[in-house]
């Protein structure tokens, strides 16, 4: 059973920092990659940042390219999304997920490879 879980939302005010990780288990060796996605309500999911499993590489939305940092620990399972000079419009629910690859500048997600999110505030 494939779950993920995540953790470290809460609330920052603009120009903070905050670290999300994400633990996960279930997942075949060969993932191809792991990454994080947010969504305001009424909009829809926005995919933000990959790494593939296998060579590293990391792939970001434009809003947080510079900003952001995704990284990944294969022995401890663990994803985590470090957070720099937040803004008020980074304000979402992050959310994590196993996927099948970045393409065109968006995230590939099979059904039930999401985790259940976690609130990430920005008061400015």
């Known amino acids: 059973q494939v779950q993920l879980v995540e953790s470290g939302g809460g609330s920052v005010q603009s120009g903070g920092s905050l670290r999300l990780s994400c633990a996960y288990s279930?997942?075949?060796?060969?993932?191809?990659?792991m990454g994080w996605a947010r969504q305001v309500p009424g909009k829809e999911r926005e995919g933000i940042a990959a790494?593939?499993?296998?060579?590293?590489?990391?792939y970001y939305h434009d809003s947080v390219k510079g900003r952001f940092t995704i990284s990944l620990d294969k022995a401890k399972n663990m994803v985590y999304l470090q957070m720099d000079t937040l803004k008020p419009e980074d304000s979402a629910m992050y959310y994590c997920?196993?996927?099948?690859?970045?393409?065109?500048?968006?995230?590939?997600?099979?059904?039930?490879?999401w985790g259940q999110g976690t609130q990430v505030t920005v008061s400015s």
């Open positions: 997920a196993a996927c099948k690859g970045w393409y065109g500048g968006e995230l590939r997600v099979e059904s039930g490879r």
């Open positions: 790494i593939y499993t296998r060579h590293g590489d990391t």
């Open positions: 279930g997942l075949p060796v060969s993932i191809d990659c």
